[in-house]
């Protein structure tokens, strides 16, 4: 067998640790898969003070990247620190010290990608990270390289373990969304600071990613429409589950008219569906090929070892000169093509409404007749008769209408004197698909 390869890891955190164990435990097997053995010559750590039990000597183990960059010896580095600084700076420094840069930081990717991915390039190098986006599902080789001889139709996926963990809970327990947060927290499925989970930033990133990989774009992530699930209650579920839905956190990307549309948002998805039969922290992804069809795929998003799982891969795939023909192939559109820019392409799609409303007569007909006026039809209709005090739930299935349409009629509907509070909105994923079109660019 030949010299082995030697690879420096940055992070020794749950995923970093993850990875050196399996590229111990699992030597032999890894190194028929590479055709060479991998070492792990160094690691690089932000806290030397911290106890690690890892199968690594502690001379192996060090404070500076330069310890990894200025090694020639080691040809692979292997990126598991969180965040953009000092996480892009490192990744320069592997870069442009001839080395090839796995990672599984999506923010980095999706904030810096452009800058990073031109310089590999220039540098003959490649950066791989299927770990990046939905943890041990391999949907970045799937489309990479599995799907290459189709034209990507569309993406739809559950790409956050955290937001769906609570929302399929809440369903399943019928408890409200600030306890299954705190249980998600005491898991271990939610940091103590949960944000980027539950306002969809996390999703939207890892969307943007998946994007540059299926359409040859790179999209801001910050350009995609992002609501959170904050803002789900057991209301809410329960008429969804009325129409046959379940609620679940879904991104999606699709063609439109030739430019690309994207969204994240909690969305009524139909119940007895694979994406709505996604349960706990999993994620699941379906793509529309125009040759192959839909496929589904589905898995653990995240957790030590699924996630340490893909970044081996994605260090075999570097060894062996995969992930270089992969990665040269990728980011197929100039960033600045009209396919890239999003703004103001939507999907038409159904929405679910929620309008609190005082229950006295005129109150359907105007709020009709307002949806009316937005070219909004309505498909059904739902309101229960209370015998409360107060307002009441109207709740309406629309047919398709555009996005802007309906946030017009719901901005008008707002100001009725009827209104009392505010309404809710959530799109309704059907099995609608775009025609096949190439995008502009």
């Given at each position: 067998m030949?010299e082995p390869?030697r690879v420096g890891?940055?992070?020794l955190g749950?995923?970093?640790?993850?990875?050196?164990?399996?590229?111990?435990?699992s030597?032999d097997?890894?190194?028929?898969h590479?055709?060479?053995?991998?070492?792990?010559?160094?690691?690089?750590?932000k806290?030397l003070?911290?106890p690690?039990?890892?199968?690594?000597?502690?001379?192996?183990i060090s404070g500076?990247?330069?310890?990894i960059?200025?090694?020639?010896s080691?040809s692979v580095g292997?990126?598991l620190?969180?965040?953009l600084?000092?996480?892009?700076?490192?990744?320069?420094a592997?870069?442009?010290?001839?080395?090839?840069v796995?990672?599984?930081?999506?923010?980095?990717?999706?904030?810096?990608?452009?800058?990073l991915f031109?310089l590999?390039r220039?540098?003959g190098?490649?950066?791989?990270?299927?770990?990046?986006?939905?943890?041990?599902?391999?949907i970045?080789a799937?489309?990479?390289?599995?799907l290459?001889?189709n034209?990507?139709?569309s993406?739809?996926g559950i790409?956050?373990?955290t937001?769906?963990?609570i929302?399929?809970?809440m369903?399943?327990?019928?408890a409200?969304?600030?306890a299954?947060?705190k249980l998600a927290?005491?898991?271990?499925?939610a940091e103590a600071?949960?944000?980027?989970?539950v306002d969809?930033t996390d999703a939207?990133?890892?969307?943007?990613?998946?994007?540059?990989?299926?359409?040859?774009v790179?999209?801001p992530w910050?350009?995609i429409?992002?609501?959170?699930?904050?803002?789900?209650d057991?209301?809410l579920?329960?008429?969804?589950?009325?129409?046959?839905?379940?609620?679940r956190?879904?991104?999606v990307?699709a063609r439109?008219?030739?430019?690309l549309a994207?969204?994240?948002s909690?969305?009524l998805?139909k119940a007895g569906?694979?994406l709505?039969?996604?349960?706990e922290?999993?994620n699941?992804?379906?793509?529309?090929?125009?040759?192959?069809g839909r496929?589904?795929f589905?898995?653990?998003?995240?957790g030590q070892m699924?996630?340490?799982s893909?970044?081996v891969?994605d260090i075999?795939?570097?060894?062996?000169?995969r992930?270089?023909i992969?990665?040269?192939?990728t980011g197929?559109?100039?960033?600045?093509?009209?396919?890239?820019?999003?703004a103001?392409?939507e999907m038409?799609?159904?929405?679910?409404?929620?309008i609190?409303?005082?229950?006295?007569p005129g109150v359907?007909?105007e709020?009709?007749?307002t949806?009316g006026?937005?070219g909004?039809?309505?498909?059904?209709?739902i309101?229960?008769?209370?015998?409360?005090?107060?307002?009441?739930?109207?709740?309406i299935m629309t047919h398709?209408?555009?996005p802007?349409?309906?946030?017009?009629?719901?901005?008008?509907?707002?100001?009725?004197?009827?209104?009392?509070?505010?309404?809710?909105?959530?799109?309704v994923l059907?099995?609608?698909?775009?025609?096949?079109?190439?995008?502009e660019?």
């Amino acid at each position: 067998m030949s010299e082995p390869v030697r690879v420096g890891v940055i992070g020794l955190g749950t995923v970093g640790s993850g990875v050196v164990r399996l590229l111990a435990e699992s030597a032999d097997q890894i190194a028929r898969h590479a055709g060479r053995r991998i070492l792990v010559e160094r690691a690089v750590v932000k806290d030397l003070t911290k106890p690690r039990h890892v199968p690594l000597a502690s001379d192996r183990i060090s404070g500076e990247i330069t310890d990894i960059a200025g090694d020639d010896s080691i040809s692979v580095g292997v990126l598991l620190v969180g965040g953009l600084e000092p996480a892009r700076s490192m990744a320069v420094a592997l870069l442009e010290s001839g080395k090839d840069v796995v990672t599984a930081n999506k923010a980095l990717l999706a904030e810096h990608g452009p800058e990073l991915f031109a310089l590999a390039r220039a540098k003959g190098r490649s950066i791989a990270f299927e770990a990046a986006v939905a943890g041990g599902i391999p949907i970045v080789a799937a489309i990479g390289e599995c799907l290459a001889a189709n034209r990507i139709e569309s993406i739809r996926g559950i790409l956050n373990g955290t937001s769906n963990f609570i929302l399929s809970t809440m369903e399943e327990e019928g408890a409200d969304y600030a306890a299954v947060l705190k249980l998600a927290q005491q898991k271990g499925f939610a940091e103590a600071d949960p944000a980027m989970d539950v306002d969809g930033t996390d999703a939207t990133q890892k969307l943007a990613i998946l994007a540059h990989l299926a359409f040859g774009v790179w999209v801001p992530w910050r350009d995609i429409p992002q609501t959170g699930i904050e803002a789900i209650d057991q209301e809410l579920m329960a008429f969804a589950a009325e129409f046959g839905y379940r609620i679940r956190l879904v991104a999606v990307a699709a063609r439109v008219n030739g430019r690309l549309a994207m969204r994240v948002s909690p969305t009524l998805v139909k119940a007895g569906t694979p994406l709505a039969e996604t349960r706990e922290a999993y994620n699941a992804v379906s793509i529309v090929g125009d040759a192959v069809g839909r496929m589904f795929f589905h898995g653990l998003g995240a957790g030590q070892m699924p996630t340490a799982s893909a970044v081996v891969a994605d260090i075999i795939d570097t060894v062996v000169g995969r992930a270089a023909i992969t990665f040269r192939t990728t980011g197929l559109l100039d960033p600045d093509s009209p396919a890239a820019r999003i703004a103001g392409v939507e999907m038409p799609e159904r929405h679910f409404l929620r309008i609190p409303v005082l229950d006295r007569p005129g109150v359907m007909a105007e709020i009709s007749g307002t949806l009316g006026r937005h070219g909004i039809s309505i498909a059904s209709l739902i309101q229960h008769e209370t015998g409360m005090p107060g307002p009441v739930p109207m709740v309406i299935m629309t047919h398709h209408a555009s996005p802007a349409a309906v946030a017009g009629a719901l901005t008008e509907i707002a100001v009725c004197d009827a209104v009392q509070g505010t309404s809710a909105c959530l799109p309704v994923l059907d099995d609608w698909q775009p025609a096949a079109e190439h995008l502009e660019g």
